[in-house]
């Protein structure tokens, strides 16, 4: 066998080869697209439906007397969460209430701590003592206006400063 020849067959032979492998190349792609690409059949249904929603408008006009074919919009409110009552202390509640009087003796207010203006005081008893501060109190000192004239605070929180403040005094 010549040369040439030897070198034609094995030319040949890779050209086969070649050829071969890219059908096979071709066949596969084609069996892949039907597997996967069928949604891009222009004419299938699904295909159609979804061009339709794409390019669908935003918003459709109703002329009076028309049914509205879709729902009127349910407009739902997220929950708010429940205001959460906050209860001040006898501290916080003498600090924004009552400190501005009875932190200096403002108007005869008795001073906070001040044994000697409040031992005559606290032998009324407890009660006495809550009811006037929650009802405003005018005595021979001053005027003690109801509940410092925070009205927006509760009896209870107004009688928890009175035991802050009558705490201080021991
Ligand atoms: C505007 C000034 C003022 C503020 C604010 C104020 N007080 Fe008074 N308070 C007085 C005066 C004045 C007296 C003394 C009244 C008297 O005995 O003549 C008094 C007296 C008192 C007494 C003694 C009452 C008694 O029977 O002797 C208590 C208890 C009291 N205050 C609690 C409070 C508390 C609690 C607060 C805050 C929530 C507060 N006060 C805020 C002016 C004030």
């Given at each position: 066998?010549?040369?040439d020849?030897?070198?034609?067959?094995?030319?040949?032979?890779?050209?086969?080869?070649?050829?071969?492998?890219?059908?096979a190349?071709?066949?596969?792609?084609?069996?892949m697209?039907d597997?996967?690409?069928d949604?891009?059949v222009?004419?299938?249904?699904e295909?159609?439906?979804a061009?339709?929603s794409?390019?669908?408008?935003?918003?459709?006009?109703y002329?009076?007397?028309?049914?509205?074919?879709?729902?009127?919009?349910?407009?739902?409110?997220?929950?708010?969460?429940?205001p959460?009552?906050?209860?001040?202390?006898?501290?916080?509640?003498?600090?924004?209430a009552?400190?501005?009087?009875?932190?200096?003796?403002?108007?005869?207010?008795?001073?906070?701590?001040?044994?000697?203006?409040?031992v005559?005081?606290i032998?009324?008893?407890?009660?006495?003592?809550?009811?006037?501060?929650?009802?405003?109190?005018?005595g021979?000192?001053g005027?003690?206006?109801?509940?410092g004239?925070?009205?927006?605070l509760?009896?209870?929180?107004?009688?928890?400063?009175?035991?802050?403040?009558?705490?201080?005094?021991?």
């Amino acid at each position: 066998m010549s040369r040439d020849q030897k070198f034609f067959d094995m030319y040949s032979l890779v050209i086969g080869v070649l050829a071969a492998i890219a059908l096979a190349i071709l066949v596969l792609t084609m069996k892949m697209q039907d597997l996967t690409q069928d949604v891009y059949v222009r004419d299938a249904a699904e295909y159609q439906q979804a061009v339709l929603s794409r390019i669908q408008p935003v918003g459709q006009v109703y002329l009076p007397g028309e049914q509205h074919s879709a729902a009127a919009p349910t407009v739902t409110t997220p929950a708010q969460p429940e205001p959460v009552a906050t209860v001040m202390t006898g501290p916080q509640v003498y600090n924004s209430a009552c400190s501005a009087c009875h932190g200096a003796g403002i108007g005869g207010a008795p001073v906070l701590g001040d044994a000697a203006q409040w031992v005559e005081r606290i032998s009324q008893g407890d009660e006495t003592l809550k009811r006037h501060a929650i009802e405003g109190f005018t005595g021979s000192a001053g005027y003690m206006p109801p509940k410092g004239g925070r009205l927006d605070l509760s009896d209870a929180e107004i009688e928890s400063a009175v035991d802050f403040m009558v705490g201080e005094v021991n």
